[in-house]
């Protein structure tokens, strides 16, 4: 056991990388086995789940920081919650329903096992990750959508009617939140290289690429990436008086956009909108916000009523399943059973596994989120400085608006191991730099 031991102890940055890397790949054999042999039990699954138990491994017998003690209390909680869980669902819906509902039950609580199993590993082994790292993973990312879509051999974004394509990945709202949360990273540091064709060149495949894919998430995230360092760059300039940055800023700004306007409608995002508002019956803009079902169904994608339903199942459910959680399965063993999800991943946790497992689960989250603010703030001068910061707090803050709006964000193993990375990678930046 010492010698095991010592072996994971010397090789976890190692692993860690070699994990992260292999996301893509894992993600690319995922599709290829659901598409081409109809299953769900992939190699993705297997090889997330035993790095969950290697992180898990080395908090517990491994990490030599005394200070773990609540890291591995938390664990330990939410593995007794678990087992209460599971008992609760073998008493209402049987042995049929179990393995799926304890399977989705470790894909949602991948996240906060993981983001304290990293926490513990980046307070003995900081700089493990540099920002260039993300860059080049997005970029591999980006390769696996851009190549299949150019060449026409990239999987649909979805089943029927709408365009779109997600390359050689199964998952567009998978995809989509991975884009969206690396891209503040990849945007940074390509703006901070300062290389202008590499720029150009960057942004014309980028836009392409967030485009084919038809989804409305990534282009929106890079939207809101993009008018962030524009306001940046404006407020500095101003400041510091450099009024002819402003203006050539402006030129450029109104050329893309005359751009944007002319190559806009010929993307599969422009022709899923038109799409989605012929199918609504919508002729003006604003009827959209006239009409609450037209409301939830173009900008919410009926989440809201699937909201609804949910809610109904889970007030109607008794009382240890509003302790403990309704399930992945509704209405078991009747003529409605169901397995859609609201899709939005807070609520989806809280009816999924009640009072106690929502408030199991987000605390970690919480704790996190509420450290990060307060050391933030209370190092602002620093903080603003430092460009990496920024580009991670944009990340952590459309993670967790796309968490809520979009879901398949903390949820999801494939989105959420990004989530819990940065999560801590910015706790560690901003400690590095009070030092």
């Not at 209460?84 to 329903?97: C, D, E, H, P």
């Not at 470790?106 to 513990?120: A, D, G, N, Q």
Request: hydrophobic share 50%.
């Amino acid at each position: 056991m010492k010698k095991i031991n010592n072996w994971v102890d010397k090789n976890m940055n190692k692993v860690l990388i070699i994990f992260l890397f292999m996301q893509p790949i894992i993600d690319v054999l995922t599709a290829v086995m659901i598409h081409c042999f109809k299953t769900e039990f992939t190699i993705g699954v297997v090889l997330r789940i035993l790095f969950l138990v290697f992180v898990v491994y080395y908090l517990f017998f491994v990490d030599k920081n005394k200070e773990r003690k609540k890291s591995i209390i938390y664990i330990i909680t939410i593995l007794i919650y678990i087992l209460l869980f599971s008992v609760n669902i073998l008493y209402s819906k049987g042995m049929n329903a179990f393995i799926f509902e304890l399977k989705s039950t470790i894909k949602t609580f991948y996240f906060p096992i993981l983001l304290v199993c990293i926490y513990e590993v980046f307070r003995i082994k900081k700089n493990i990750i540099k920002p260039r790292f993300l860059k080049n993973l997005f970029i591999f990312y980006g390769l696996l959508v851009f190549i299949p879509n150019i060449l026409g051999l990239g999987y649909d974004s979805y089943a029927v009617t709408k365009s779109g394509s997600i390359g050689w990945f199964y998952s567009a709202n998978e995809i989509s939140a991975i884009f969206s949360i690396l891209m503040p990273i990849f945007i940074y540091i390509v703006l901070d290289k300062k290389n202008y064709p590499f720029i150009i060149i960057s942004g014309i495949v980028l836009i392409y690429i967030l485009t084919s894919m038809g989804t409305k998430g990534p282009l929106l995230s890079f939207l809101i990436i993009v008018l962030y360092y524009i306001s940046k760059y404006v407020y500095i300039s101003i400041k510091r008086k450099k009024y002819k940055k402003v203006g050539l800023l402006a030129v450029g700004v109104l050329l893309i956009s005359f751009i944007g306007i002319l190559v806009i409608p010929r993307t599969n995002f422009y022709k899923n909108i038109v799409v989605h508002l012929e199918f609504l019956g919508v002729k003006n803009v604003g009827d959209i916000v006239k009409s609450p079902k037209v409301l939830d169904h173009f900008i919410f994608s009926q989440r809201l009523s699937f909201w609804s339903k949910t809610n109904r199942i889970y007030k109607n459910s008794n009382l240890a399943s509003k302790v403990v959680g309704i399930g992945y399965i509704d209405n078991y063993a009747t003529d409605e059973v169901s397995m859609k999800m609201v899709e939005m991943d807070y609520v989806d946790i809280f009816y999924r596994h009640g009072i106690v497992g929502f408030i199991i689960y987000m605390s970690s989250f919480i704790y996190m989120v509420v450290k990060l603010i307060k050391k933030y703030f209370n190092n602002s001068k620093i903080n603003n400085r430092n460009k990496i910061v920024q580009a991670y707090m944009l990340s952590l803050v459309l993670s967790v608006v796309l968490a809520f709006l979009t879901g398949h964000v903390i949820t999801s193993p494939s989105v959420s191991i990004f989530v819990a990375l940065i999560f801590n990678l910015f706790y560690n930046e901003l400690y590095e730099g009070e030092s």
